[in-house]
């Protein structure tokens, strides 16, 4: 069976992701991405009376900064 491999695009930090595009860049589901948000791991924007949440790419990179992967011995 042949893989057909896709490569994923740079993240932009002036870009503006939908959440669907943001689970996408980062390789987890919807509903992680969600809980992500929920923790307070990830910053977004959502004005007044809008249903729709945006997410800038620089709040992604900032996101991927702070985490630490602890290594187990």
């Given at each position: 069976?042949?893989?057909?491999?896709t490569?994923?695009?740079?993240?932009?930090?002036?870009?503006?992701y939908?959440?669907?595009e943001a689970?996408?860049?980062?390789g987890?589901?919807?509903?992680?991405?969600?809980?992500?948000?929920?923790?307070?791991?990830?910053?977004?924007?959502?004005?007044e009376?809008?249903?729709?949440?945006?997410?800038?790419?620089?709040?992604?990179?900032?996101?991927?900064?702070?985490t630490?992967?602890?290594?187990?011995?």
């Amino acid at each position: 069976m042949v893989r057909s491999e896709t490569r994923k695009q740079p993240i932009d930090p002036q870009a503006i992701y939908s959440r669907q595009e943001a689970a996408e860049a980062l390789g987890v589901s919807l509903s992680t991405l969600k809980k992500l948000i929920s923790a307070g791991h990830l910053r977004v924007s959502q004005p007044e009376g809008v249903r729709r949440i945006f997410i800038k790419g620089e709040s992604i990179l900032a996101m991927l900064d702070q985490t630490v992967l602890e290594r187990r011995a």
